[in-house]
């Protein structure tokens, strides 16, 4: 009775109308241009990075992978943004994490252009989110993708009771926001959260994303709650699992993504999503 | 066994340091200056600035008092805030609400210099105040001096379960984002929060912004709860009260702040402080 909430479907579906977004910009003679910046060799980043330069090309995008050696500096790194920042074929810019220890990673995030800033972490960007400022900008496109996959299934979290586990600013943080600004009652838990299974057993909509495997189980789930599981996280056989333990939410959750196949690919149709948005308003001058 | 919070106490503290702070700077050179613009003649908003105005002043501070008429357009309001961004006796620029209706206020708010933004409420501020961004910055005052009230008092929000009622630019969520900061778990409740009495009832810190009289009564607190009153409503006889009513919260809260004397003075106080950081940031040229 639990319903699979399947991001590889709801993906797909935004992808298809990326794609034909995209069609409409290039015969209007703008090709959507985004450029990941990659400093230093950590796999995992690169297989992701390698993605996403995939699917933007597949997608019909003009799609740049800038490598940089692990000894790039701060005024390199910065000097770099600059250029794709007056770059008119470049509408998003992406510096990939982790960036090793010489980077100042906030000052990095300031230089950005707001208007380029495709992963929605520039201060100003996340103001306006938070107090829902009026016209566009970009949002953090995990939780972003997230709202996308509710609606998709018809989850209104308007009058709902929702937990977000976690705080950061790539996901706990903004997310809490679209929560909000979708008139959600929010609480946002985290490490130093008394009794955190006491607090996530009150959600009628639980986003976790802690980064810890099977941090949460079926027993912490208020029956019938929408389960929305961030973690990527490897157990002890190495497999890839999520903070939530899948098997002891089914019956229990109202509904649930899996990991792998949830959040995942909507984060990177979103990002392409988002990057699509950034040339048009570049078009309007917005 | 209620401690009452005295906030007139803890802003005539703040007030005194914050002289100390003008006396220092006027030595280096540097007068601390703020302009209040008020457009029209809305009578509690007068008042209001001119308490600002005479409390700067009696602290020794450049305070300025720009009056406008009702029928001010945007561009002029635009081009007086240009004037100030580059003014370098002013250091910061507060634009009183409410503001008439051909006034977009957002975009008001866009063009106040960040660095000048008093009130904290530029979305690049809210941005860096909500993901806790490394450096300076100034941060809304009346959330900031509830911080300041409850450090005076030893209350610590780590661990501690805190909800904030009301989700406002100007209190609520910059209030719930330094709570969040400060490791409290915090809920945001609202108006289309269902049974916000029960929600109230969760909190060891409860701040109440919503501008409706004695909405919360001690029979909604969690016993010794801090309660934090952001209200200045008047009651059927025109007299101030507070969104909370203070005379059933007595016994059951830990403590509580009165309306007037709570947060009403911490607030014009924090603002005062807020100018002279400004001051110093804009000497340091940070």
Same mark, same amino acid.
């Given at each position: 009775?639990?319903?699979?909430?399947?991001?590889?479907?709801?993906?797909?579906?935004?992808?298809?109308?990326?794609?034909?977004?995209?069609?409409?910009?290039?015969?209007?003679?703008?090709?959507?241009?985004?450029?990941?910046?990659?400093?230093?060799?950590?796999?995992?980043?690169?297989?992701?990075?390698?993605?996403?330069?995939?699917?933007?090309?597949?997608?019909?995008?003009?799609?740049?992978?800038?490598?940089?050696?692990?000894?790039?500096?701060?005024?390199?790194?910065?000097?770099?943004?600059?250029?794709?920042?007056?770059?008119?074929?470049?509408?998003?810019?992406?510096?990939?994490?982790?960036?090793?220890?010489?980077?100042?990673?906030?000052l990095i995030t300031l230089a950005i252009d707001p208007r380029k800033d495709v992963d929605g972490f520039h201060p100003t960007n996340i103001g306006k989110l938070l107090t829902n400022f009026p016209g566009h900008y970009p949002v953090a496109n995990t939780p972003r993708?997230?709202?996308?996959?509710?609606?998709?299934?018809?989850?209104?979290?308007?009058?709902?009771?929702?937990?977000?586990?976690?705080?950061?600013?790539?996901?706990?943080?903004?997310?809490?926001?679209?929560?909000?600004?979708?008139?959600?009652?929010?609480?946002?838990?985290?490490?130093?959260?008394?009794?955190?299974?006491?607090?996530?057993?009150?959600?009628?909509?639980?986003?976790? !994303?802690? *980064? +810890? @495997?099977?941090? &949460? $189980?079926?027993?912490?789930?208020?029956? =019938?709650?929408?389960? /929305?599981?961030?973690? #990527?996280?490897?157990?002890?056989?190495?497999?890839?699992?999520?903070?939530?333990?899948?098997?002891? !939410?089914? *019956? +229990? @959750?109202?509904? &649930? $993504?899996?990991?792998?196949?949830?959040? =995942?690919?909507?984060? /990177?149709?979103?990002? #392409?999503?988002?990057?699509?948005?950034?040339?048009?308003?570049?078009?309007?001058?917005?």
């Open positions: 009775m639990t319903t699979l909430i399947d991001g590889k479907a709801v993906a797909k579906k935004v992808n298809q109308a990326t794609q034909v977004e995209v069609a409409k910009l290039v015969e209007r003679g703008i090709q959507p241009g985004i450029v990941v910046i990659i400093v230093g060799a950590d796999p995992a980043s690169q297989i992701y990075v390698r993605n996403k330069n995939r699917k933007a090309e597949k997608l019909g995008m003009h799609s740049i992978v800038r490598e940089l050696p692990e000894t790039t500096t701060q005024a390199e790194l910065l000097s770099i943004i600059a250029e794709y920042n007056v770059d008119p074929s470049i509408h998003g810019i992406l510096v990939q994490s982790p960036l090793p220890k010489q980077i100042n990673e906030p993708g997230i709202m996308t996959m509710l609606a998709a299934y018809d989850i209104d979290p308007a009058g709902k009771t929702a937990v977000v586990i976690g705080r950061s600013t790539i996901v706990g943080k903004p997310m809490a926001a679209l929560l909000t600004n979708a008139n959600a009652t929010v609480t946002i838990a985290h490490s130093r959260t008394k009794d955190l299974k006491a607090v996530a057993r009150t959600a009628d909509i639980l986003v976790v !994303a802690t *980064g +810890i @495997a099977h941090l &949460i $189980t079926g027993a912490d789930l208020k029956p =019938g709650a929408t389960v /929305i599981d961030v973690g #990527m996280d490897r157990d002890a056989n190495g497999k890839l699992v999520g903070d939530v333990d899948f098997d002891s !939410a089914q *019956g +229990i @959750a109202g509904a &649930i $993504t899996p990991v792998p196949g949830g959040v =995942g690919p909507m984060t /990177i149709a979103t990002l #392409m999503q988002t990057t699509v948005e950034l040339a048009k308003w570049s078009d309007l001058g917005e």
